[in-house]
């Protein structure tokens, strides 16, 4: 089989704590990562040229710093046939908007170019080598819910009810590396004890965030009228949960204009890891 159509999933951190600052620079995160039924869409081929190309919503990214190449580049070491790779990209969700769509895409084409390519890499492999690539990468690879610890490596799965959610992009980009080098961010959230709840636990950045970026805090106060609302990552996306889309949906009808937004049902597995199940069955 020479092509292969996967989802990148979003994923949302349920909530982000921030425990120390590595001598690395990197922080030391508890988060709980979950992810959602609604991403990019990529589709790869393999080609008789022997040469990599990414076309349709590239946006402005440069070919050499888009993580698809650079996710293509790292499997080349490991590659059995002589064929090269043509990615479609549908994007679907905002760049730098704390939902992971970068991650994602490097992760769901890792996952894809190991089986064309028959690298016959194992996942914890793969999450080695996505973990160069972006600190998100190995739970996107793993493709299960799951608590996260240390940047993101230590991965402990965990079951969560279905819920909907309505994720809401205030139209700011965020940079990831201003919040943690920010002087104000706390650090020093102590670690969480086995008996976590959701409602004991807050994102770290969001305080921050709301300064820094006045839009993510307009965002969060619209969303609370709705019912708890929380920012993603380092933002700038914030959302609310429900138990039906049609609560979901009624939040999205009423969105300002200013903003985009979707709504998705939150998934312990990942719909790339599924469809790539049902690919290998095929
Ligand atoms: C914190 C999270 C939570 O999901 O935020 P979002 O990016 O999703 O909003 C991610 O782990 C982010 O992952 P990612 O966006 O891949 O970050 P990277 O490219 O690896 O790092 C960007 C920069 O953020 C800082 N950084 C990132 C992760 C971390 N645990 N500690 C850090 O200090 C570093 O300064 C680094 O140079
Ligand atoms: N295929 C890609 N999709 C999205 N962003 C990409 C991609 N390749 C490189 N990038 C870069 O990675 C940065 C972070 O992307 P993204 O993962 O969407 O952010 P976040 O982790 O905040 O959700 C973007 O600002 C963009 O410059």
Same mark, same amino acid.
């Given at each position: 089989?020479?092509?292969?159509?996967?989802?990148?999933?979003?994923?949302?951190?349920?909530?982000?704590?921030?425990?120390?600052?590595?001598?690395?620079?990197?922080?030391?995160?508890?988060?709980?990562?979950?992810?959602?039924? &609604?991403?990019?869409?990529?589709? &790869?081929?393999?080609?008789?040229?022997?040469?990599?190309?990414?076309?349709?919503?590239?946006?402005?990214?440069?070919?050499?710093?888009?993580?698809?190449?650079?996710?293509?580049?790292?499997?080349?070491?490991?590659?059995?046939?002589?064929?090269?790779?043509?990615?479609?990209? *549908?994007?679907?969700?905002?760049?730098?908007?704390?939902?992971?769509?970068?991650?994602?895409?490097? @992760?769901?084409?890792?996952?894809?170019?190991?089986?064309?390519?028959?690298?016959?890499?194992?996942? /914890?492999?793969?999450?080695?080598?996505?973990?160069?690539?972006?600190?998100?990468?190995?739970? &996107?690879?793993?493709?299960?819910?799951?608590? @996260? /610890?240390?940047?993101?490596?230590?991965?402990?799965?965990?079951?969560?009810?279905?819920?909907? &959610?309505?994720?809401?992009?205030?139209?700011?980009?965020?940079?990831?590396?201003?919040?943690?080098?920010?002087?104000?961010?706390?650090?020093?959230?102590?670690?969480?004890?086995?008996?976590?709840?959701?409602?004991?636990?807050?994102?770290?950045?969001? *305080?921050?965030?709301?300064?820094?970026?006045?839009?993510?805090?307009? *965002?969060?106060?619209?969303?609370?009228?709705?019912?708890?609302?929380?920012? *993603?990552?380092?933002?700038?996306?914030?959302?609310?949960?429900?138990?039906?889309?049609?609560?979901?949906?009624?939040?999205?009808?009423?969105?300002?204009?200013?903003? /985009?937004?979707?709504? @998705?049902?939150?998934?312990?597995?990942?719909?790339?890891?599924?469809?790539?199940?049902?690919?290998?069955?095929?």
């Amino acid at each position: 089989m020479t092509t292969l159509t996967l989802m990148a999933p979003a994923k949302l951190n349920l909530f982000l704590h921030i425990n120390a600052k590595r001598a690395d620079g990197y922080h030391e995160l508890e988060t709980l990562f979950t992810f959602l039924e &609604f991403g990019d869409e990529l589709t &790869f081929r393999l080609n008789e040229q022997d040469c990599i190309n990414i076309i349709g919503d590239t946006a402005d990214i440069p070919l050499e710093d888009n993580l698809i190449y650079k996710a293509i580049r790292a499997l080349q070491p490991y590659k059995q046939i002589q064929k090269g790779i043509s990615v479609t990209l *549908t994007k679907n969700l905002p760049m730098g908007g704390g939902v992971g769509g970068g991650s994602s895409d490097a @992760a769901t084409t890792l996952l894809a170019i190991n089986q064309l390519w028959q690298c016959n890499l194992s996942n /914890q492999k793969l999450a080695q080598i996505g973990l160069k690539l972006g600190a998100d990468v190995p739970v &996107f690879i793993n493709g299960k819910t799951a608590l @996260a /610890q240390g940047v993101g490596e230590n991965l402990m799965p965990v079951t969560l009810e279905k819920r909907w &959610f309505c994720v809401v992009f205030p139209n700011v980009h965020v940079s990831t590396k201003k919040v943690f080098t920010h002087p104000d961010l706390p650090r020093d959230t102590k670690k969480l004890t086995t008996d976590w709840k959701l409602s004991n636990t807050r994102n770290d950045c969001e *305080t921050l965030v709301k300064k820094l970026y006045p839009e993510v805090e307009k *965002t969060l106060g619209w969303l609370l009228k709705y019912g708890p609302s929380r920012m *993603t990552g380092t933002g700038a996306c914030c959302f609310v949960e429900f138990d039906s889309a049609a609560a979901a949906q009624r939040v999205l009808s009423s969105l300002p204009s200013c903003w /985009q937004g979707f709504i @998705a049902p939150s998934s312990n597995i990942s719909v790339a890891h599924m469809q790539l199940d049902n690919w290998l069955k095929m």
